[in-house]
């Protein structure tokens, strides 16, 4: 599965959202797969289940993941997610905001690049696009 830092000041539930679309981009989660319960999650890596609930419920929110009653979460299928103009628009104002604390700190545009490119291909691997 993967480690929580605890001492990150990103909060838990949203190191468990970045971790599980890192493991869809990269493949090690594919769409239909079945992934494990909040309880067996939380206990799995030893969070509070309420922990886990609240990342799987902004997974959903975010079309990464969906439940069905009775039958458990599944990874979604991407195809359809990955069109969508309205989740392009929003992720694109994140990026404006990142880029703007980076430059803000004294980052030069070139090492932006590099750094984009940088994380691109520890993400996906290589260049694959």
Known sequence: MFIINTKSQLPIYEQIVQKIKEQ????????????????????RIGVNPNTVSKAYQELERQEVIVTVKGKGTFIADQTE???????????????????????????????????????????IGGDKR
């Open 81 to 123: 997610k990955n069109s969508s103009p309205k989740k392009l628009a929003e992720t694109k104002i994140k990026l404006k905001e990142i880029i703007l604390d980076l430059v803000y700190l004294g980052i030069n545009v070139e090492e932006i690049h590099k750094l984009s490119v940088e994380y691109s291909q520890d993400i």
């Open 24 to 43: 869809v981009v990269k493949g090690v989660l594919q769409e239909g797969e079945k992934i494990l319960s909040i309880r067996e999650f939380a206990s």
